[in-house]
Each structure stands twice: as structure tokens, then as C-alpha cells.
């Protein structure tokens, strides 16, 4: 194994081995050095994740902290990587004999190269970053701290910090309270609201006061939180609206008033839980929810197909839609009261209108209730182009099952050519599971309104303009059964083989346009060599 040659500061890096774990004083010497980066090899012979090996590495360190950098996966049971610790850190782990269990009763081994690489040499300084990864996520102006699903933040690069770990969640906090009082320690965090997201966190425990008493917002969605109890620490502060759905200790309770009184014990001035207001139970107040998405377990899937699909719809040309509805989709449309006269002249382009209050001939409800892609991707490609802003989106799941999804989506959405006010939308897809985890529209059903002052936000000419910049999409097909069938069309077109017609769609990213020029243009010049069609 190469390392790197640094004798002119403490001699030759150390190896300490899994196979005879032990700690002379050369080797305690070099663990102690705050100067240089150490190498952890980790054996495995499970097929574990970076997540889970990582944090049973750190976790074995206790009470010490350990910050990993530039993990790599070097093959199916070995992975590396470098970080800077002190020697009781190293001292805990040979404790351990260099082994460490994983939940399931699974063993990994660790050898640790003491020295393997001087600070110099690779200038990364893990408090630094955080601080800066911090000013990407915090807004001044309203002294919001947003630190959704921070460990996977593209910002921290190499560093491995999940702030599940109560003492690594200490560091990220006083390096961002570093970051904005400088060296002024007894400075607290100016934070109103506070957002964790997706941290897998499963309790809130620290050190010392953080925050100041500003503090009234706390976003705890999607945590692995088993006892509001767990959650004392913000007992202190004014929180007046709390967000605790996604987490296990919500399905403990019997009914809506036993898990209100159990947040409100800890949380005595709450007023709004869950985006409900509380405390109107007998003021038949109807609740109102921004977003419904069950456990959270289907939000990647909702959130990619929301975006893809809208991304799609906003282009010049709808053709590109063709793949997302099923052979035998439905789709059906509906306008609402529509007043202002630009949206008038629109809405003329919608000779699809199912709005049963506008029907002069009924017999045209069934005719305008669309089936299968062709007519479905034709009666789109009619309608005006658009801008949608995803940022003003309510997405509620309304039913789910292994492979169903129905989910509502409403909005705001402009039409680009057309200089009106923006007008409100709400359209529910159902989509089905397919083959090769793919999901398909089977109903579309899509509602537009015309712009209401009691119910349309206001939106300023940056927002106008930000809804105008549509993302270009380019599409490409990359599932397993999308690549056979261009296999086999390219075959039948060409009688190569289909390891060759792999490697021409191959080298064109799937696009079969390309692959037939190119193919057109090396057999004209008599390059396509023989072996291919054989």
C-alpha cells in the first residue's frame, strides 16, 4: 500500500492491524499528533451502506468525536477513509480490538494507518466548511435556520457529518455559531426558526444553550423521534409551532387530543402543530394542512414526479410527454370562473371543457373525456404554453398503495406569451407502477381558475419573472426495457448484433436518431467492421 512520504516531519506513517491490535509508544505518539491525517481501512464483508458503517465507527470512538473525510468504497468489501481524532479517539478502538458490530450482529474490522497524510498536504479544515455550508442555509432576515437533510448537503463535500449523533450535532452548532459571532463564544445562535428535516435524528440532546431565546419555530418532520420527551432541551423557549409528523412517536397516541396533550407538555406555548391550529377543538374550526403526504415514505417519488412532469408540461413542444400516460389513460379538463378578459380569449383555445355548468350538448361529456396518450398528448400540445412556479405548489397525497399513487397538486402558473395575471390550477394525477420501477399516469384531471385576491397570493414582478425561466428538458430513456426495445428497432434497421447496436446507442446517450446517423456514416465509408454483423 502507497503512502505518502512525510519523513521530514515524524518519519514513516504506522499501520495498527485488526489482526494484532495494540498501542506502543511510537504509535501512541503518532495517533496524538494534531498535524496529520489519519487512515481508517475498514473491512466488511456484509454489503453495508456508507451511512451505517460510518456511524458505527464513530459511535465506537465514544466519548471522543471522530469526523470522517473522503470516504471511498474501494471494492464490494473494503472502504477507506481520513480523518483527524486525538488518541483516546484511536486508543477506544483498539480497545475494541479494532472490530465493531453493526445492528444485525454483522462485525467490521478497521486497520489504521497513524500519519497517513500531513494537514499540509491536504488543507481541508471540516469547521470551516460547515461554517460556510451554514451561510448557504440561513436567512438573516428572517433568522431562518434551515438544515434539511443536512449530512447529504452538496456543500460539505467529503465531510461525513450527520447530525443524528448528538455530539457531532454540537460541532455543526458552535462551528455555525462561530461562523457568526467569530470568536465570541458566549454569543448565541440568532435563530427563529429552526428547520431539521431528514436527519434521522431520534432525539435532541445538547451540551449547552445554543440558541437564544428568539427561537418560536421548529420543523422536526421526518425523524426517527420515538418520545416527544426526547425533545425537552426546546422545554425553554417560546415554541409556538412545532412540526413532528413522519416521526414513529405520532402512532403511539390514541387519538388526535391524547398527542396534543402529550406535545403540549413540553411544549406550553404551542399553538400550531403539525401546520394545524390547536386549541380550537370546540370552535368548529375546520383544520387546514398546507401539504398531506401520509408517513412521508412516498416524498422522493411525489416530489421527482411532480417535478418531472411540470418541467415536461412547461416546454414548447408536449411531444416529449409521450411515455408518461398509459395506453389506456384518462384525461379530462375543467375551467372554472374566468373574468379577466385575456384569460377569456385563453380559454376559447379549451374546446375539451367537461364543466358540466357550461354544457349546452351533454352528449359531448363522454366525447371530451380523453383516452390513451395519442389524444391525451395531442389536446396538450393545443393548449397555450406555460410557466408553472413550483415554489406556491400544495401536493396532497390522497391515496396510496405498493404501486398507486394519487396525489392533488395545486398552484399558481403563468401563460408565457400572454401578458395577464397568473391564474390558479389544480390537477390530480393517479399513477400506477410498471415495470422496471417506473411509474405511469393512468387519470389526469386538470382544473384552472381565474386569479382571486382572496385566494391568490401576491406575487411581485421577481416571482413573475422567476416563473418565466422554464428549465430546459432534454429526454432520455434509460430504463432496462426502453433500452431492448431500441436495441431490437436498431437491429431490425441495421442487421448489426445486439452487442453492437448496444454500443452505438450507447455512445449517444440512447438518443436513436444519432445512433442511425452515425451508423449511415460509418457504413458509407465502410467502417462498420465486420464482426458486427455476425
Known amino acids: 500500500m502507497s503512502t505518502s512520504k512525510n519523513n521530514d516531519v515524524f518519519g514513516e506513517p504506522l499501520r495498527l ?42 459511535n465506537a470512538c465514544e466519548p471522543d468525536i471522530l469526523l470522517p473525510v473522503k470516504y471511498k468504497r474501494e471494492n464490494e468489501s473494503k472502504s477507506t477513509f481520513l480523518a ?19 445492528p444485525g450482529g454483522f462485525e467490521i474490522y478497521i486497520d489504521i494507518v497513524l500519519g497517513f497524510i500531513t494537514k499540509r498536504e ?16 440561513y436567512e438573516s432576515a428572517k433568522k431562518i435556520l434551515n438544515l434539511d437533510d443536512f449530512e447529504n448537503d452538496k456543500l460539505l463535500a467529503s465531510i461525513y457529518c450527520p447530525i443524528s449523533i448528538p455530539k457531532i450535532f454540537h460541532i455543526v452548532l458552535r462551528s455555525i455559531r462561530q461562523g457568526i459571532a467569530g470568536n465570541n463564544r458566549e454569543s448565541k445562535l440568532s435563530v427563529r426558526e429552526l428547520n431539521m428535516k431528514h436527519n434521522n435524528l ?46 414513529p412517536l405520532c402512532a403511539q397516541y390514541k387519538n388526535a387530543q391524547e398527542y396534543i396533550q402529550a406535545v403540549k407538555n413540553i411544549f406550553q406555548h404551542l399553538q400550531k402543530l403539525d401546520g394545524v391550529i390547536i386549541g380550537m377543538e370546540k370552535k368548529f374550526i375546520p383544520n387546514l394542512q398546507t401539504h398531506y403526504l401520509g408517513n412521508g415514505s412516498k416524498l422522493p417519488l411525489i416530489k421527482q414526479f411532480v417535478k418531472h412532469f411540470f418541467i415536461m408540461y412547461d ?16 384525461y379530462s379538463m375543467t375551467l372554472g370562473t374566468v373574468t379577466n378578459h385575456l384569460h377569456k380569449q385563453v380559454a376559447k383555445v379549451f374546446v375539451t371543457n367537461r364543466n358540466l355548468l357550461k354544457f ?17 398528448i395531442s389536446a396538450l400540445k393545443r393548449q397555450p404554453s406555460t410557466s408553472h412556479d413550483i415554489h406556491t405548489f400544495n ?62 397570493m401576491q406575487i ?39 452487442a453492437f447496436c448496444f454500443k452505438f446507442l450507447d455512445d449517444v446517450n440512447w438518443d436513436i436518431r444519432r445512433a442511425i446517423i452515425n451508423f449511415t456514416q460509418m457504413y458509407t465509408l465502410n467502417d462498420v467492421p465486420p464482426e458486427a454483423f455476425k
Open 17 to 58: 492491524t485488526h489482526l494484532k491490535p495494540s498501542l506502543d509508544t511510537e504509535k501512541l505518539a503518532l495517533a496524538s499528533r494534531q498535524d496529520v491525517w489519519h487512515k481508517f481501512i475498514i473491512f466488511s464483508y456484509q454489503p453495508h451502506g456508507k451511512a451505517e458503517i460510518l456511524k458505527a465507527v464513530i
Open 84 to 102: 483527524q481524532c486525538n488518541s483516546n479517539a484511536i486508543e477506544n478502538l483498539v480497545k475494541q480490538q479494532l472490530c465493531i458490530l453493526l
Open 122 to 137: 491536504l488543507p481541508i479544515n471540516p469547521n470551516k466548511i460547515i461554517a460556510q455550508t451554514f451561510y448557504q442555509r
Open 202 to 247: 431520534t432525539a435532541i440532546i445538547l451540551f449547552e444553550k445554543i440558541f437564544n431565546f428568539h427561537l418560536t419555530k421548529l420543523d422536526l418532520r421526518f425523524n426517527q423521534i420515538l418520545d416527544v420527551e426526547y425533545l425537552r432541551y426546546f422545554s425553554e423557549f417560546k415554541i409556538t409551532e412545532l412540526w413532528l409528523d413522519g416521526n
Open 315 to 330: 416546454q414548447e413542444d408536449r411531444s416529449i410527454m409521450n411515455g408518461l400516460y398509459d395506453k389506456n389513460a384518462l
Open 360 to 376: 349546452v350538448d351533454y352528449a359531448k361529456c363522454h366525447e371530451f373525456l380523453l383516452r390513451g396518450p395519442d389524444k391525451i
Open 395 to 456: 401536493i396532497d397525497l390522497l391515496y396510496e398503495t405498493n404501486d398507486l399513487l394519487a396525489i392533488s397538486v395545486q398552484g399558481i402558473f403563468l401563460y408565457k406569451n400572454i401578458s395577464s395575471s397568473p391564474m390558479i390550477f389544480n390537477r390530480t394525477f393517479i399513477i400506477v407502477g410498471k415495470e422496471d420501477n417506473e411509474y405511469c399516469i393512468t387519470n389526469d384531471q386538470y382544473f384552472i381558475d381565474g386569479s382571486n385576491p382572496n385566494t391568490l
Open 460 to 498: 411581485n414582478n421577481k416571482t413573475k419573472q422567476d416563473i418565466k425561466n422554464i428549465y430546459a428538458f432534454v429526454p432520455t430513456m434509460f430504463s432496462p426495457s426502453e433500452k431492448n426495445q431500441l436495441i431490437v428497432f436498431l437491429q431490425e434497421l441495421t442487421t448489426m448484433n445486439s
